[in-house]
């Protein structure tokens, strides 16, 4: 049973770039979230889906925005990239409001 | 505010002993989950033992439990028997704003010694 996939693993990109982040969640699970790990810090909740919608969103601008697909796979975009947007990126599934199962996580780091 | 505080940023036990990290939260709803989650220097993130708020029996997942005080919105994390393969940074979360958005704490890094 495979778990929660991300990819690509490790990124670059610069300042002004936009970047596409994706996730297969865990067999079984409808719910994906996603969030911001900056380094030395806890993940920061950027905004979750269920059923193909936005369900609940975090403190984040509207730069970054996402996507769920009805094999309930996602992707989160960010456009217009800063320095400050350096950071692992972890997607999490779940059923419903159970317990969060998360990815490995995408290293992005914005030069 | 509504906060989920690790008051340890740092911890170390030796291999075998018993170590207790700390975690106390902050939130308005009246039934929820607690999650302890630990992450190793590979970044993934795993789920270790969860707390239903609304049962009073501690947790336990074969070396771990927790210790959860719910009029103290307290939730503490012992592991017995430790191992190396515990080394990590350990992160409470809860859900301060709504079941479904998880709040992080800071984390507290644990060493293990051998």
């Known amino acids: 049973d495979a778990g929660v996939t991300q990819s690509p693993t490790h990124l670059i990109k610069t300042r002004g770039q936009q970047v596409t982040l994706r996730c297969s969640p865990k067999?079984?699970?409808?719910?994906v979230s996603w969030y911001q790990q900056a380094l030395g810090q806890g993940p920061q909740f950027i905004f979750q889906?269920?059923?193909?919608?936005?369900?609940q969103r975090g403190n984040f601008p509207d730069r970054f925005s996402g996507h769920q697909f009805p094999n309930y796979s996602s992707e989160l975009n960010v456009n217009a990239l800063l320095l400050g947007d350096s950071a692992l990126y972890l997607c999490?599934?779940?059923?419903?409001?159970?317990?969060?199962?998360f990815g490995p996580g995408t290293r992005l780091t914005v030069t | 505010a509504q906060t989920v505080t690790q008051s340890q940023p740092e911890m170390s036990v030796q291999e075998a002993e018993t170590v207790t990290l700390s975690c106390t939260y902050d939130?308005?709803?009246?039934?929820?989950?607690l999650f302890w989650y630990k992450q190793p220097p590979s970044r993934q993130m795993i789920l270790v033992i969860r707390?239903?708020?609304?049962?009073?029996q501690n947790a336990t997942e074969n070396r771990f439990s927790v210790n959860f005080q719910k009029a103290a919105k307290s939730f503490s994390l012992k592991i017995s028997d430790s191992q190396l393969g515990d080394a990590a940074m350990y992160f409470c979360?809860?859900?301060?704003?709504?079941?479904?958005?998880?709040?992080f704490g800071t984390g507290t890094r644990l060493t293990i010694i051998p």
């Open positions: 999490a599934s779940s059923l419903g409001i159970h317990e969060q199962y």
């Open positions: 067999s079984g699970h409808d719910t």
């Open positions: 889906y269920y059923e193909e919608e936005e369900r």
């Open positions: 939130t308005s709803e009246s039934d929820y989950y």
């Open positions: 707390q239903e708020a609304y049962k009073q």
């Open positions: 979360a809860a859900p301060l704003f709504g079941n479904e958005k998880l709040t």
